[in-house]
T-cell receptor, first 113, second 112 residues
Framework: EAAVTQSPRSKVAVTGGKVTLSCHQT?????MYWYRQDTGHGLRLIHY???????EKGDIPDGYKASRPSQENFSLILELASLSQTAVYFC????????????FGKGTRLTVV | GDSVTQTEGLVTLTEGLPVMLNCTYQ???????LFWYVQHLNESPRLLLK?????KRTEHQGFHATLHKSSSSFHLQKSSAQLSDSALYYC??????????FGAGTRLKVIA
């Protein structure tokens, strides 16, 4: 079973502060993704990466940065957190071949106050 | 661009009745890969079933779906709903550049 670990699992941040969400996978997957989940909007792709030291913008990248320092690690950075960024964030990984299944972490509940 | 549409936000069914959750998609990619993910309360989404083959039925855990490229559809069905099927269901599309695009999700609520 593929393993994707997110930290922290929950966080309260103040408006204007910096937030870093971390993700670690032990599956040797090339592809990693950050999604946010909001009721009524489903899962929306923020950033993704297919190789270390490179990231790509997803469908809603504004206000977010991403970093992929190694194949195993993928971070999501909110430089200036805003109330509208309150959501549940999921990290995911996929091999890009084989089953093509995307494996999700347990999620991080971020509340910006 | 690529997109997935799930028209029902909430489907409420009585136990034992058939389930059908709608999914249509748009993509320029000629060989789309379609998926259904299920997310139970306080859990993360997990794969339910997938398909890459036109007009071929795929089944898993009592659910089934058929990819129809002619209508760009991949509806999820089950013959008889169970209380344990209550969950959030996502239809997803893998694009040519390895992005996975998810629909807005359909919450299935099964009542006794």
């Amino acid at each position: 079973e593929a393993a994707v670990t997110q930290s922290p699992r929950s966080k309260v941040a103040v408006t204007g502060g910096k937030v870093t969400l971390s993700c670690h996978q032990t599956n040797n997957h090339d592809y990693m993704y950050w999604y946010r989940q909001d009721t009524g909007h489903g899962l929306r792709l923020i950033h993704y990466s297919y190789v270390a030291d490179s990231t790509e913008k997803g469908d809603i990248p504004d206000g977010y940065k991403a970093s992929r320092p190694s194949q195993e690690n993928f971070s999501l950075i909110l430089e200036l957190a805003s109330l509208s960024q309150t959501a549940v964030y999921f990290c995911a990984s996929s091999s890009g071949t084989g089953t093509l299944e995307v494996f999700f972490g347990k999620g991080t509940r971020l509340t910006v106050v | 661009g690529d997109s997935v549409t799930q028209t029902e936000g909430l489907v409420t069914l009585t136990e034992g009745l058939p389930v059908m959750l709608n999914c249509t998609y748009q993509t320029i990619y000629s060989n789309p890969f379609l998926f259904w993910y299920v997310q139970h309360l306080n859990e993360s989404p997990r794969l339910l079933l997938k398909s890459f083959t036109d007009n071929k039925r795929t089944e898993h855990q009592g659910f089934h779906a058929t990819l129809h490229k002619s209508s760009s559809s991949f509806h999820l069905q089950k013959s008889s709903a169970q209380l344990s099927d209550s969950a959030l269901y996502y239809c997803a599309l893998r694009t040519g550049n390895y992005k996975y695009v998810f629909g807005a999700g359909t919450r299935l609520k099964v009542i006794a």
